[in-house]
């Protein structure tokens, strides 16, 4: 079952000239990984905030087109039944926060929704434990270090359990180990949950090896969706954009490109490491 | 909520509705409420704190922020304005919760008088021309005030804090120590902040969205 | 003594009076600061005083940190007393009376020491709350109250936007600061005035910031009006840890018995008034000519 689609989607921002989507389509099944790329400004941000319903909900301007989020239409969806289908955590941690202590942050969402109180506490110690913040509870979610006030807008929203789960660009604001902690959640969300992922991300290289797909936006459309390798390996379309596949990916397909390579294109080092190891192999072995 | 009627003046202002514009109230305006509470209680609480003559300060920016509060976000800011002297005065330890809570109609009054006249008037938030300037002087700051003062004097007479001789003294004290930042900080705000607030979400045209 | 920063100033981290609820506590707040508006009689009003002291000792506030509402307290005493001298609410019988060359009534100055101590006696009973009281509290007060989830959660948010303001001026100052700004040496005047020029920056900044935390409580399921996704009441995780106890209820109920007993008594058979004052009594006896 698609748990969105997205068809023809228009949408422009009140007092801006020029359209924020501009025809956008897209699918996303029940349960996938998918990873949203593409440059600066090509309107990655507002195709989730559609998803989400924050627009037209929570926006004023111009919309066209159709969302819909398992089979309802975003438009006529309550905030409260957009809240129990579709969680979303924004690039800046801090912007999200509303509550004086980590734990009341965690809290609001679920309460909202009307849980019992013995559910509560049972979501409370699950994303706690699988965001690793279960020592912060009490703490000030404005006293801690950007990476973990990440982990706790991620578990604020966890706590309600939507049915699919949107980062928007989740680690572009914090450290190099608070990023590698947030990729760590994702991959436990992914072999251990049966969530629908949305993850809006720069990190190509983390990315790649988690997604199912890869969707690229560029100047308010969905130019390209296809399976992550489908995706890198195309290293002169990514460029043309002005991005970048990781470096590996990047080496072995000028490797390919020049003739002395003709395995698969590796996404990761771990990848890399094994296709070298087999392009050496064959070096020395060759007459 | 705001519906865009036919009541139109002929000329364009930033509290008519585009044809068939629906306006409610919002989460946005709940948390504009929240803001402005907050901002009001810093600065309420500096002001009472900067330059205090007993339980009057001579320098009070907080009713600057009440009045821009009631041009922005109408209800709301007035709600806002009313709100945030309870805590400021009682962080700021110049008046107790029961002289705080008699402040209440003159709070309230100083938040929305520029709010209803620059609606009642249409007059521009960003202080474009002189009849903005008047609205705002006249309302907003000379009105208001007097109302404030002359309330607030009366709380503190009522209360034993000062002498019923002395209630002409005070109550120009009050006004004085309003007025000033209202007409040093509040023109400024609205003058550079409006042309900015007017096209957010959070913008009230009617009352209350 | 180990103390624990609050938005709103600074708590004790460990206190015999954290063992009552929330909700007795804002009952102390409420019966405290309105009882000495019953009351005139400075006496009353000192041992009231005197009985907050001993409540900030047994709580565990550092009372040294009281010293900030010193220069209030001056310029409130002055302000007061001045305006006594200069324009007294005179009576005929007033005793008048000759101070360093100029003429003082008695009664007039007798009301303004009285009504002084009693706005002192309310305003430390609002002290006292706000120095053992953490936000959380407040608003698991206001909640126990059965106050509408939206009020306490707009207070709440209404404090946090406090404490953010605070640090988007910090932000602010160090970036002028940054750029070679030295305000030690600017007049007062001048000061204000760039304080006066930190509001544009500071109102832009939570412009911005209302958007964010709009998008966040939409995304979060946050209705105005509390309702939840199941139609049901909305839920209250925090609220369900405290627990309001027999010493609970005495307390509350001693205190509202306090409050009815004073207020029936100041306003109904007019105790606790100047007029029973003996040092009043004492003092009007002896400088009567």
Redesign the interface.
Known sequence: MAAVVIRDLHWRY??AREPALRGCDLEVEEGAFLGIIGPNEAGKTTLVSCI???IP????GVYQGSVRVFGGEVRQKT??????EV??V?A?PE???????V??EL???????????PL??ER?AWVSELTGIADLLQKSP?DISGGQKQRVAIA??LA?QPRILILDEPTSMIDPLGKRQVFEILRRLRTETSLTLIVVEHNIEDLAPLADRLAVVAEGRVARVGTPREILEDTGFLGALGLAAPEVTELFARLRADGLHNGAVPLALDEAVAEGRALLAGARGAP | MAVAGSGAEGHSSVWELAPGEVRHAGIVHVVMLALFTGIGIVVGTFGSLAVPIGFVSAFWPGQAVQAIGGVWYGMWGGIAGTIFPFISNSLSGSAPLPVSLAYVPANFVQSMAAGWAFRAFRADPSLRSGRDWTVWIVWGVLVANLFGSFWGSNVLVFFGLVTRAAWPTVWAGWFVGNTIPSIVLGSLILKYVSPLVVQTRGFTKGYWA | MRRRKTLLGMVPLESPLYQFHPLTRMIGLVVLAVLPLFVLMPEANLVFLAALFVLFAYARVDISRLRIYLPLMVTVAFFMFAITVLAPDRRPDDIRLQVLGVTVYYQPLMRTFASYIRIMAMLFATIFYFSTNHERDMLVALRAARVPFAVSYVLGLSIRSAAMFLEDLTTVRQAEQARGLDDSGLSIKDKLKMYGLYLIPLFTMSLRRADEISNALFARGYTISGRTITGGPRPDYVLSQYRFRARDAVASGALIVLFVGVAALGWRYGAFQLADSPLNRWLAGALQP
């Open positions: 009140e007092n989400k319903g924050l909900h929570s926006a004023h905030a409260l039944q957009l809240a129990a969680g979303m924004f800046d912007a999200q926060f509303t509550a004086m202590t734990e009341e809290l609001l969402g679920a309460e909202n929704m009307g849980l019992p109180l509560i506490a409370l404005y604020s929203v309600m």
